[in-house]
């Protein structure tokens, strides 16, 4: 069972960045690939960035340029630098991470962009 915990949401300006982060714990068989999703009020889920364990990445069109997704292999952590938020960026930012039992899911991390 994996567990994923996220962290570093909050309130921000538009044109601002936030970087979050998530925590993979529990006993588990290897990771594979992690990655960000989102949701808006309204809207269905939606993939943000993915990132496999060699480091290859896949983005959505609208945050490529702005955003970056990294992880850290031996901490079972990933990251997400967002810059250059725009209020359409707003929405609960969810962490995935799967391996070979399975895909999981982080309980989500509010991420709100207004002036």
């Known amino acids: 069972q994996v567990q994923l915990v996220e962290s570093g949401g909050g309130l921000v300006q538009p044109g601002g960045s936030l970087r979050l982060s998530c925590a993979a714990s529990?006993?588990?068989?290897?990771?594979?690939?992690m990655g960000w999703y989102r949701q808006a009020p309204g809207k269905e889920r939606e993939l943000v960035a993915t990132?496999?364990?060699?480091?290859?990445?896949n983005y959505a069109d609208s945050m490529k340029g702005r955003f970056t997704i990294s992880r850290d292999n031996a901490k079972n952590r990933v990251y997400l630098q967002m810059n250059s938020l725009k209020p359409e960026d707003m929405a609960v930012y969810y962490c995935?991470?799967?391996?070979?039992?399975?895909?999981?899911w982080g309980q989500g991390t509010q991420v709100t962009v207004s002036s």
């Open positions: 990132i496999t364990t060699g480091g290859t990445t």
């Open positions: 529990g006993s588990f068989f290897s990771i594979n690939a």
């Open positions: 995935y991470a799967n391996n070979y039992y399975g895909g999981y």
